[in-house]
């Protein structure tokens, strides 16, 4: 059965929307997933309900929510290419920053978005980075500029 957030989209947006949501449900860890357009627009969710804003305004959402980790994994992605350039390092594949109270994963997809992914701190790093790679894999050849401007529409429908 389709979740409601998904009626009218293409089977290309359906079909990344429950490869995230999968992530998610059966990878044991993971807290939620983002894709982030190489302009740093969040394109994918896993947890879309949370992008309600609080009385301050529209960049006061929740602490800890979609809006905050897509932040955080554009941030991340800039930092890195900008230091690889730097060190002459070539492309940067995937980058994680270990905390005491959680893990973030930030892997390239081939089009220059960013797959970004908050985990708990006693998560299985090479689980994580497995599934992730699977995502990127399967995800990376569908996103078209026409799949990302959908996927923007559909999340500003979200908000």
Not at 7 to 18: D, I, K, Q, V
Not at 21 to 48: I, Q, R
Not at 95 to 112: C, H, K, N, R, Y
Request: hydrophobic content about 40%; proline content about 5%; charged content about 15%.
């Amino acid at each position: 059965m389709t979740a409601p957030s998904t009626l009218g989209l293409s089977t290309e947006a359906r079909n990344l929307h429950w490869l995230l949501s999968n992530l998610v449900e059966e990878v044991p860890g993971v807290h939620s997933v983002t894709v982030v357009s190489s302009d740093g627009l969040m394109l994918l969710s896993s947890d879309p309900g949370r992008l309600v804003t609080r009385p301050g305004g529209p960049q006061d959402g929740p602490r800890g929510s979609s809006a905050d980790l897509a932040t955080v994994v554009s941030g991340i992605g800039s930092l890195t290419i900008g230091a690889a350039g730097l060190m002459d390092g070539g492309g940067v594949k995937q980058t994680m920053v270990a905390m005491d109270e959680g893990s973030v994963f930030v892997m390239s997809i081939s089009d220059g978005s960013l797959l970004g992914v908050h985990a708990t701190p006693d998560c299985d790093m090479s689980v994580i980075a497995y599934h992730m790679a699977l995502f990127v894999g399967r995800a990376g050849h569908v996103l078209t500029p026409e799949l990302r401007s959908e996927l923007r529409k559909s999340m500003e429908g979200a908000e």
